[in-house]
């Protein structure tokens, strides 16, 4: 197992807004997390990468590769984020630094982790601007992210976090903040990656369509709770939590509305 | 059925900062000579994605922003008018986000005021308020209540009756739905589209989404890069798109597992 999740609780004072989530993700798999704002799914993914502010208490345990996360010392973390664990953030433009050309920041990870001097970790930011896919990466890597388009810097960030080939990519709502046209090519980019490098996935998001699109099992997260968690399928066949069937319901009627207009009857 | 809105040539061309000293401005179109025709009654959404000028082009439609050429007219008169109350009166708008659109330190009851005092209608202002407040689907006792006391969908529905409260003839929405979650999206849409039918308004609803278009517009506009790339009944535009744009769009809506 490559992650596995037990009783994980994160509470601010007396507001408890993770309240003993638990699962498991296997070597090469995939798993969405989706839930309405507030109901503690990007909590739940900083908890696992030790990324909460201090005030949060953590409880319970995440095993990740075998070793204990919760409580782990912040040195032998940055040993894992951005090496092991990638991440990969909603709004590009904020996870950014806008100080720093882009191939010092795709080369960041491969010097912090790897040792690889300047100049090499900038040979290979080039390599990686090619593999997601932004043309004359030349250009590209000497560019600040204020010259970039929304979608090129979510393909830097994504560049950045599969830099050093992570067992596990966690996207918190990494299309977003995209136009639709611009979230299809991220979306094929995501999954593709993601199944050459065969990563784990943690997809968090609010879309359920795009969740369904990229990851093979679903939990939907409510007040802090997971109150179901199924296979993709499976839920959409049988959802039985009654939120969750309020989702899909939702899902369903804003789709079959799109379809009705867009495909004629014949079809 | 009149024409109650209609755009003739209509551009709107922003200076931007200079790059450097002695540097030319450059120049964003971001509006570039858009015609249209809204009849009385009529549903129209307006599509297109981030910097595409739906924004602009709804600021000029209400009247908060000036052509830089081409104008808005409404009912045959070129905007401003000599009376912009009345045109206020009858065409309100909607905003994305309630949370920056409603004053924080007014009650509800207050928020829903202002604009019968703003613009001087004449019925009972007390009456109208619980009036619109009810119509909206809100409780009366809420006009006691601060916004940050409200959920999401709540202070959209404040924001509603607000706009409703003059008894407007358009409304305008920016973006209505976007800053909801999907389950309180799916009420806020339900309502507009009761109160349009109910109320007989004209809507022009901008949205990046098509499925909102797709479920409220009878008719759709579609921006890109400041222009109006295609325009037509939703259901013709979005079955037979003529445009590449058009038809990106579309195909780039996620779709349910099962459909295609």
Redesign the interface.
Known sequence: MLLEVRNLTVRFGSKTVVDSVSFDLEASSRLGIIG??GSGKTLTTLAIIGLLPETAKVSGSVTFEGKELIGLADRDFSAIRGNRIGMVFQEPLTALNPLMRVGKQIAQPLRNHQGVTLKEGLKRAMELCARVGLPDPDRIIRSYPHQLS?GQRQRIGLAIALACSPALLIADEPTTAL??????EV?SLMNSLVAEEGSSLIFVS?????V??ITERVAVMQNGEIVELAS??SM?QDASHEYSR??IQ???????????????PSA | MSLILETRGLSRIFSLPRAGFGKERAVRRAVVDVNLKVEEGARLGIVGESGSGKTTLAKLLLGLDTPSEGEVRFRGQAIPLEDMHSFRRQVQVVFQDPRSSLNPRMRVGDIVREPLECLNVTEDHDTRIIEVITEVGLPKDLVQRFPHELSGGQRQRVAIARALAPRPKVLIADEPVSALDVLVRDEILSLLADLTTNLGLTLILISHDLSVVARLCDDVVVMQHGTAVEKGKTMDVFRAPRHEFTKRLITAVPRLPGTK
């Open positions: 309405e704002s929304g136009d639709v046209t611009v979230q299809k979306l609010h879309d359920l369509p795009v369904a699109s993709v399928n959409f309020k989702l939702a899902a369903r009627t804003s789709d079959a509305e799109f379809g009705h207009f867009t495909e004629s």
